[in-house]
């Protein structure tokens, strides 16, 4: 895994929603994005090492907008994270079978 990826997590995703964030400035439309939540099964931290799925339960993770239609609940994906410690998504797709 390279530096600039976080979390590798898998699982079935839960729920999936276009939510809307709010601007913090004035005059600043708010920005859509997409909203998960997942049933994880495992995860790695950015050196591979395991992560108790216990910590990351409850968590949402967000991503473009897009994936809101490319995406459904029940499907079973790979999610990589921006950052080690972020919810944001650097990529996702259907997960390997293991």
Known sequence: MSRDEGMRIVGTIRSIELHAITAKFAGVPPRHVARLAL????????????IDVEN???????????????????????????????????????????
């Open 56 to 98: 990351l339960a409850g968590l949402h993770f967000q991503g473009p907008p897009e994936l809101v239609p490319r995406f459904a609940t029940g499907e079973r994906v790979q999610i990589v994270t921006t950052t080690p410690s972020g919810l944001h998504i650097a990529s996702i797709r259907p997960a390997p079978l293991s």
């Open 39 to 50: 049933d994880i099964e495992r995860a790695t931290d950015e050196d591979g090492d395991d």
